[in-house]
C-alpha cells in the first residue's frame, strides 16, 4: 500500500482533546482489486468510531455511569462536564452504540464457545418480556451454569416456528451439548424445544405451574380476605379518639389497634401465600384476646368499639373460609412434594404427587364451591405432567425459571431508577437484544475503551440498521396515533404516485 494523502482528526477524550495526524494508504494500480481504496491506521479504530467526534473511552464512562451508578441522561451530562469533557446533553445518548459494542463482543460466537465450554454442557432458560400487549416480545436464552446471556431478540411473534429458530441459532455455535431446557408452559415454547431440541429434557417452570394451578383457590382466598377487611373499618376514628391521651389505657387501645392495622396490612404473593386465611387467623386470636379481657370486667370504650368491629367482620364472612381451608392445605402439600427436601428420585416425586392429586379427585366435594377449582388444579397437572420432574434426574437443571424472571426484574428495576418511569419503557423490546446483555454485563464488571472496540465494523453497522429499522415502525405507529388524517394522507399520496406511468 501507498501513502497517498494524509488526513485529520480531533478528538474529545477523558484525557482532554486529541488532534491525530493520519496517513491514508491505497493502492495506485489500476488493475489491483484494491486500487483506490483507503485504508487508515488500525490504531485509529481502538480510540475511536467511525465518523464520531468522542473516543471510545468516554463511551465506556458513559456506559458505566448509566448501568453501575443508575444516573439519568442529565446526572450523566452533569457528570462528564464536571470531568471537563465538552459534550452535549443530547450526545449522552452515546449510551446506544456503548450497548451495541459491548453486545457484539459478549455474543461473539467465539466467546460463547470458550464460556460454555468451562461446563461441558449448557443448561437453557427461556423466557420473554413484552412492556405492551401486542407489540414485540424480547426473547432471551440464558445459560442456567454460567448465568451469561446466551441470545436476545425481539420478536413480532411468538410462535413455535420462531422460537424453533431462535433456539437453532443457538444450537448451531455451541461446542457443547444442551442438556436441558427450563421454561413457563407457553404452548410455543413447548412445541419450539420438541421442534429445536428432540430429545432434550424440557423442565417446566414450578412455579408458573401452581400459582396456574392454585389460581382459583388463591382468588377465593383473596375474596373472603376484601370481604372481611371491607367490615373491619374504623381504626383510624379509635386511635383518633386517644391520640391525645398519655395514660396506660391508652397505650393498650393502641398497641390493639397497631396489632389489627398490622393484620390487615399484611399480604403476600401467589400462589402459597393465603393472605385471607393468615388475616382472619390473626383477626380471630384478637377476638378471643379481647373476650378473655371482657370476663375479667367490662372493656373500655374504644376496645368495646375495636371488639364489635373485628366480631362484625368475622361474623359476615363466616361462610366464605371452610372451602378454602379446605383446599388451601392441599396447595401446599403439593409444593412440599415438589420442593423434594428429601432428595428422592424423579420416580418417587412422580408417585407421591400423583398420590396427592387422587386425594384430591377423590375428597373434591368436601372443598364445596371450591370444587371446580380442584378440577382446575387437576386439569393443568395433566398438561404440565411431562415436564415437571426432569429436574430430579438432570443435575443443574433448576426447578424453575425464577432466576431469569429476577434477571428481568433487575433491569425493569434499573429502567425505573435511571428514567423515573413505573412501567418499563418500550426502549427495554426496540433495544433490549443489545441493552439488557451490556446492561447485565456491565453491572458484573465495568468495561474500558479498548474493549469496546469493534472487531468487525461490518456487523456492527448490520446490527445498527437492525435496530434502527425497528424504531422506525414504532415511530411510524406514534406518527398515526398523533395525526391519523396526516399519515393517511401522505401514504395515499404515495402510493398514487406509484400508479403513474414511469
Known amino acids: ?25 491505497r493502492c495506485p494500480h489500476a488493475d489491483c482489486p484494491r486500487y ?18 468522542f473516543g471510545l473511552d468516554v463511551i ?6 448509566r448501568y453501575v451508578q443508575h444516573l439519568s441522561v442529565p446526572e450523566m451530562h452533569r457528570a462528564l462536564r464536571e470531568r471537563d469533557v465538552d459534550i452535549a446533553e443530547r450526545n449522552v445518548y452515546l449510551l446506544e452504540r456503548y450497548d451495541e459494542l459491548l453486545a457484539l463482543s459478549l455474543t461473539d460466537a467465539e466467546r460463547l464457545r470458550e464460556i460454555t465450554a468451562r461446563e461441558g454442557r449448557v443448561i437453557l432458560a427461556l423466557d420473554g418480556l413484552q412492556p405492551d400487549v401486542g407489540h414485540e416480545v424480547l426473547w432471551v436464552l440464558r445459560d442456567c451454569l454460567s ?9 413480532l411473534s411468538s410462535a413455535g416456528e420462531d422460537l424453533a429458530a431462535l433456539l437453532s441459532a443457538v444450537v448451531s455455535v455451541l461446542p457443547v451439548p444442551i442438556e436441558g431446557v427450563v421454561s413457563d408452559g407457553q ?22 405451574y401452581l400459582r396456574e394451578a392454585a389460581l382459583p383457590v388463591y382468588e377465593a382466598d383473596r375474596h373472603a380476605k376484601k370481604v372481611l377487611k371491607k367490615h373491619v373499618r374504623g381504626i383510624r376514628v379509635i386511635e383518633r379518639k386517644v391520640e391525645p391521651r398519655g395514660d396506660a389505657e391508652a397505650e393498650v387501645v393502641r398497641g390493639y389497634c397497631a396489632a389489627v392495622r398490622s393484620a390487615l396490612t399484611d399480604d403476600g404473593p401467589p400462589p402459597l401465600s393465603a393472605s385471607g386465611l393468615q388475616l382472619h387467623e390473626r383477626l380471630s386470636k384478637i377476638h378471643d384476646s379481647l373476650e378473655r379481657v371482657e370476663k375479667r370486667g367490662p372493656l373500655p370504650k374504644p376496645l368495646a368499639k375495636l371488639k364489635t368491629l373485628v366480631a362484625k367482620g368475622l361474623d359476615k364472612t363466616r361462610d366464605l373460609w371452610p372451602d378454602v381451608r379446605i383446599a388451601f392445605p392441599w396447595i401446599h402439600a403439593a409444593a412440599r412434594i415438589l420442593n423434594n427436601e428429601e432428595k428422592l428420585d424423579a420416580q418417587e416425586v412422580e408417585r407421591r404427587l400423583q398420590a396427592l392429586l387422587d386425594v384430591m379427585k377423590h375428597d373434591r366435594e368436601q372443598a364445596g364451591a371450591l370444587a371446580p377449582a380442584v378440577d382446575r388444579f387437576l386439569k393443568v397437572s395433566r398438561s404440565y405432567w411431562p415436564g415437571l420432574f426432569h429436574c430430579y434426574s438432570v443435575k443443574g437443571l433448576p426447578r424453575t425459571n425464577n432466576d431469569l424472571e429476577q434477571f428481568f426484574g433487575s433491569s425493569r428495576h434499573h429502567e425505573r431508577r435511571t428514567t423515573g418511569r413505573k412501567r418499563a419503557p418500550l426502549g427495554l423490546v426496540l433495544r433490549g437484544s443489545v441493552r439488557l446483555v451490556a446492561g447485565a454485563a456491565t453491572r458484573l464488571r465495568s468495561r474500558s ?5 469493534p472487531r468487525d465494523l461490518a456487523r456492527w453497522t448490520q446490527l445498527r440498521q437492525q435496530l434502527n429499522a425497528r424504531c422506525t415502525i414504532r415511530r411510524r405507529g406514534l406518527q398515526f396515533r398523533r395525526d391519523p388524517k396526516a399519515y393517511l394522507g401522505n401514504l395515499e399520496e404515495r402510493l398514487g404516485k406509484l400508479a403513474l406511468p414511469s
Open 147 to 155: 448465568g451469561e446471556v446466551l441470545l436476545a431478540k425481539s420478536l
Open 60 to 65: 465506556a464512562l458513559i456506559g458505566a455511569m
Open 187 to 208: 404452548r410455543s415454547i413447548r412445541r419450539a424445544v420438541e421442534r429445536a431440541l428432540p430429545g432434550v429434557p424440557h423442565q417446566l417452570c414450578q412455579f408458573h
Open 36 to 53: 483506490h481504496r483507503p485504508y487508515r491506521p488500525e490504531a485509529e479504530g481502538a480510540l475511536a468510531l467511525p465518523h464520531h467526534e
Open 1 to 25: 500500500m501507498w501513502a497517498a494523502y494524509t488526513n485529520h482528526r480531533t478528538l474529545v477524550t477523558l484525557s482532554g482533546l486529541l488532534r491525530l495526524h493520519l496517513s491514508i494508504r
Open 449 to 453: 475503551g479498548a474493549e469496546l472496540q
